[in-house]
């Protein structure tokens, strides 16, 4: 019996104890508290309005500096204070990015404040206004702004940035010949362990960032000669004397100069020549390249071949030109038009079409002057072979399938200038010179954008380069042969910086 009624017993308090337990068969409803508010919707602010937002949120925190203190208002408008803090957090890091660069737009833009920039191309460095520029021409001789790098820096940064050094190959020759002089005329400090971080951190590095931040984009030879460079100065032995260190990275410099850049002009050259007929042949070239004339003076001069030159250009560089002037110093048959008669030309007289490039990317795509693309893709629909000549060193290990992504800014008034009689490295100096100087051009007549600045609903775009998709190209014309854009991938590998520098040691 006592064995029956022991669990009889426990069974009500197991129960309750259970009861808690158990899961309940309908969910529970949250009740709102009664002073719960759901905040509206915070509406898409444009861009003008986030300036004028953080331009008050300035203002309020210089007039509550300007009293010593928090202002009085802060804590009676605690409400206000914590929406603008929240409303503040949302603007993403790109957009406080160009809010604080708003300042330079602005003056670009309209009368209103009115952004200039091309949105699309937003990403990309902004250029130098005309003026700024013309300002920091003449404080080239005070050197005031610049008073720890050596002179020779800002003098190539000015020369890069008013395109007075056009191209590739000339850029990389100048800056090379810059970091030699800078070599000559430096020691490392006596308390120095290692003169090959100092080298590298007092020399090489503060000099290729003034170019790049100062004055433009570096270009990818210049990129990849500096690479070689830096890697020439950490193979450098620790133990070794700064005189002896600085003959073998002097050496190193001028072989990187005369292999990457004169033989492979040379070769390319020779191995293009080959594709140019004896007689009749009529070659389209576009702009300026230093190694496409190149392979067009030795065809007619050493191989005695006789051909026309087509010379395509386009504003606002107008680099097709000094192209002209050359080919036709040396007795070559040309002919010179702009881009928008390329059609009726690639259509009726064109065999051959040879372009310079900028850089290769590696799935084959090609860097080149803005409207390069255009004539490749011109070409390719006539069934006409596209050669491009260029060098190893300008392969690049970046895949690009657009020009939005990478490329660089010219200057807009560039475009706005439509005078076509350019005289020096381009058109918009002279009148820079002229607003500078405060003269006054009463016969010359007034451009057509002039103001263009002043229109709401007009914005200028001047790109500096464009990408040639790998399916345009017939060939690559480099110093170890004509090859496919499918192979640039193989030259990128054993064209390195590192193998460079061993074949140069």
Not at 46 to 68: C, V
Not at 298 to 316: G, Y
């Amino acid at each position: 019996m006592s064995d029956q009624t022991a669990p009889s017993s426990s069974t009500p308090n197991e129960a309750q104890a259970a009861a808690p337990a158990a899961p309940s068969t309908k969910k529970e409803k949250k009740v709102k508290p009664s002073n719960f508010v759901i905040p509206a919707k915070k509406p898409k602010l444009s861009k003008a309005e986030r300036r004028a937002l953080q331009e008050a949120q300035r203002a309020s925190k210089e007039a509550g500096g300007e009293r010593g203190g928090k202002p009085d208002g802060d804590k009676r408008g605690g409400d206000d204070a914590s929406t603008t803090r929240s409303r503040g957090k949302s603007v993403s890091e790109e957009e406080k990015k160009d809010d604080v660069d708003g300042e330079d737009h602005d003056n670009r833009g309209a009368g209103g404040g009115e952004d200039k920039m091309v949105s699309l191309f937003s990403h990309l460095p902004h250029p130098k206004a005309p003026l700024e520029i013309y300002h920091q021409l003449s404080s080239i001789s005070s050197n005031n702004q610049q008073s720890n790098l050596h002179p020779a820096i800002p003098t190539l940064g000015h020369l890069y940035i008013t395109h007075s050094l056009l191209g590739g190959n000339t850029r990389c020759r100048a800056m090379l010949q810059t970091f030699a002089l800078l070599l000559q005329s430096y020691t490392p400090p006596s308390t120095s362990r290692d003169f090959r971080r100092d080298v590298d951190k007092s020399l090489l590095q503060p000099a290729f960032q003034y170019w790049t931040t100062q004055c433009r984009p570096h270009s990818v030879s210049m990129g990849n000669a500096f690479s070689f460079l830096k890697l020439a100065v950490a193979n450098l032995e620790r133990e070794l004397e700064w005189d002896d260190a600085r003959e073998i990275l002097l050496e190193s410099m001028e072989a990187y100069v005369t292999e990457r850049i004169e033989y492979a002009g040379k070769a390319i050259s020779r191995h293009a020549g080959t594709k140019i007929q004896e007689k009749g042949d009529v070659i389209l070239v576009f702009g300026k390249s230093e190694v496409i004339n190149r392979l067009l003076l030795d065809a007619a001069l050493v191989d005695k071949k006789t051909f026309r030159v087509i010379v395509v250009d386009s504003r606002p560089l107008l680099e097709g030109r000094d192209t002209l002037e050359i080919l036709s110093r040396a007795g070559i048959s040309c002919t010179y038009v702009l881009l928008n008669a390329l059609s009726y030309l690639m259509m009726r007289e064109v065999t051959k079409v040879f372009l310079g490039a900028s850089a290769l990317m590696s799935n084959g795509s090609v860097l080149s002057r803005v409207g390069t693309a255009c004539v490749a893709l011109l070409a390719n629909s006539n069934h006409i072979p596209v050669l491009v000549g260029c060098e190893t060193y300008k392969i690049c290990n970046r895949v690009q399938l657009e020009s939005i992504t990478g490329n660089e800014l010219g200057d807009a008034e560039e475009v706005a200038c439509t005078d076509c009689a350019r005289v020096g490295p381009s058109n918009r100096w002279n009148v820079m010179e002229s607003r500078g100087s405060g003269e006054k051009n009463e016969g010359r007549e007034v451009d057509v954008l002039a103001d263009w600045k002043d229109q709401p609903n007009l914005k200028l775009l001047n790109l500096m380069y464009d990408l040639t998709p790998s399916d345009f190209v017939t060939g690559i014309v480099t110093e170890v042969g004509i090859l496919p854009p499918s192979s640039v991938a193989v030259l990128l590998r054993e064209m390195s910086p590192e193998s460079a520098f061993k074949g140069a040691s």
